[in-house]
């Protein structure tokens, strides 16, 4: 039994394969990676282009050229292209700031939906529709959207997006919605949704975990708790960093990202490191394939290590070592353990 080089290829018939990308790759820019990604990964997600911030950057101005050339990318590739994100409290537009009327706020929101799911209409397979509304203990963040339309604002979006791209699934995403608080929540906004009358097609578990504290517990329980409502499941920005968040985002500096503490491993992994990376992999894996009948889709949060956000989240300078194909686009031993599980 031959392993496949391929992750598309080994989990063809299991669920789909996807990949964050950026405007670089999506311009074609680098031959190597663009290969690596035509044979890697059947489903991709604008790591940042559909953003609000980005795609809607004035009041009465968006701007779709990158967006419509990951469509048209994902078009010419056979890459289901996953629109990422409708409703975000993060990455918005300056003049959000500036407004200060709810009626306002709800202008915006309604004129954003309608135009930018309205554009990608038949051409987007999915939409995250609401993106990170919860806090860890379960409720609602308190996002500029909560503050000014009240909890019925996510109900509203999936309305708003139904109606303006109807063939399209929808889906709620956040991370940490494994944990039992926050799914809770998770759970509870399903719920509402559904009591309104929308539309909800699944849920994205982001999947930004550390390593060796994958807690696969959680994610299962999760994947069947949700399977259970009638909703897919996905694995939408799955990414395993191998530093230690042991500080907080407030007082970060350049200073730590330097110290050997935060940046351990500047000049490669050692050996053990890899392997337990690996380990790490497998574990998951076998576990979406346990229950690939709930699962539809894993998408990584970038192509190689080179550019992961990690390297540079939540402080400049880090070197990091998250995915499966190394800065080289080399697969790294994960990679083998991975597509071995076929
Ligand atoms: C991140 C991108 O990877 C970065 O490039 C950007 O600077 C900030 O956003 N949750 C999400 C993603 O839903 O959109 C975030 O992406 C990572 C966390």
């Known amino acids: 039994n031959k392993a496949s ?16 990308l950026n ?21 991709a997600t604008p790591e ?49 700031r500036g407004i200060k009327s709810s009626d306002s706020i709800r202008t915006f929101f309604t004129e954003h939906i309608k135009t930018v799911a309205g554009r990608y209409k038949g051409k987007v397979f999915s939409w995250d529709v609401v993106n990170e509304a919860l806090n860890e203990d379960g409720t609602l963040r308190n996002s500029v959207f909560l503050k000014n339309l009240g909890e019925g604002y996510i109900a509203e ?12 699934e929808l889906y709620y995403n956040d991370y940490n919605n494994e944990q039992p608080a926050k799914r809770a929540g998770c759970i509870k906004i399903i719920k509402k949704i559904k009591e309104s009358g929308a539309r909800i097609d699944g849920v994205g578990i982001q999947g930004h975990w550390h390593l060796g504290k994958v807690p696969l517990k959680d994610i299962e329980e999760s994947i069947i708790e949700y399977s259970a409502l009638g909703m897919k499941v ?3 920005e799955l990414d395993i960093e191998v530093l230690q968040r042991n500080f907080q985002g407030a007082d970060v500096s350049q200073r730590m990202a330097n110290s050997p503490e935060m940046n351990p491993y500047t000049n490669g992994l050692p050996e053990e490191v890899q392997k337990q990376l690996a380990d790490d992999y497998e574990a998951l894996f076998k576990l979406f ?8 889709r894993v998408t990584f949060w970038g192509v190689n290590d080179g ?13 990091n070592y998250p995915l499966l ?3 080289n686009n080399q697969p790294k031993p994960a990679f083998y353990k991975v597509v071995g599980l076929k």
């Open 5 to 20: 080089n391929s992750l598309k290829d080994a989990f063809k018939k299991d669920f789909l394969i996807g990949t964050a």
């Open 23 to 43: 405007n670089l790759q999506i311009e074609e820019k680098d031959p190597t990676v663009n290969s690596l990604i035509k044979q890697q990964f059947n489903a």
């Open 48 to 96: 940042n282009i559909m953003k609000s911030a980005l795609i809607h950057p004035k009041w009465d101005t968006y701007d779709f050229k990158l967006a419509d050339k990951m469509v048209e990318y994902g078009q010419k590739n056979n890459i289901k292209i996953n629109g990422h994100t409708l409703v975000w409290h993060s990455q918005l537009p300056n003049f959000i």
């Open 157 to 168: 979006a999936f309305k708003l997006t139904q109606e303006a791209s109807p063939n399209t």
């Open 234 to 236: 996905m694995f939408t």
């Open 289 to 296: 394939l346990k229950h690939k009948d709930k699962i539809s």
């Open 307 to 319: 550019d992961s956000w990690l390297n540079n989240w939540p402080v400049r300078g880090r070197t």
């Open 325 to 327: 194909f190394d800065r």
